[in-house]
Nanobody, 128 residues
Framework: QVQLVESGGGLVQAGGSLILSCAASGRTFNSYTVGWFRQAPGKDREFVAS????????TFGDAVAGRFTISRDNAKDTVYLQMNLLKPEDTAVYSC?????????????????????WGQGTQVTVSS
């Protein structure tokens, strides 16, 4: 089982940037697709971005495409979410997750049901 810990959240003004980190420990991290999800109060969890185990493929949710990027450093067992041009509606708890299969270097997943290990989340607040 992979254990994940997020960091980097905080308070930022609209138009600003933040970088979130997702640090992994446990099983071989470079076998897992990693995703970022967010959940605002009173709303369902929303897909943000995911990156394949190899790092060669990425995909983004419609709400963040063009503003966020995702990358990984498998030597450091860490995935990063670079968030630019932040908006108040980006305010949420952001969580990273590793897929439940660990069997493909190129697969991308966007559904919460495809992810089996989750971090505790980090709060991002964007002020207007």
């Amino acid at each position: 089982q992979v254990q994940l810990v997020e960091s980097g959240g905080g308070l930022v003004q609209a138009g600003g940037s933040l970088i979130l980190s997702c640090a992994a420990s446990g099983r071989t991290f470079n076998s897992y697709t990693v995703g970022w999800f967010r959940q605002a109060p009173g709303k369902d969890r929303e897909f943000v971005a995911s990156i394949s185990a190899s790092g060669s493929r990425t995909t983004f949710g419609d709400a963040v495409a063009g503003r966020f990027t995702i990358s990984r450093d498998n030597a450091k067992d860490t995935v990063y979410l670079q968030m630019n041009l932040l908006k108040p509606e980006d305010t949420a708890v952001y969580s990273c997750a590793a897929d439940r299969y660990g069997s493909s270097y190129t697969a991308l997943y966007t559904r919460t049901s495809d992810f089996g290990a989750w971090g505790q989340g980090t709060q991002v607040t964007v002020s207007s």
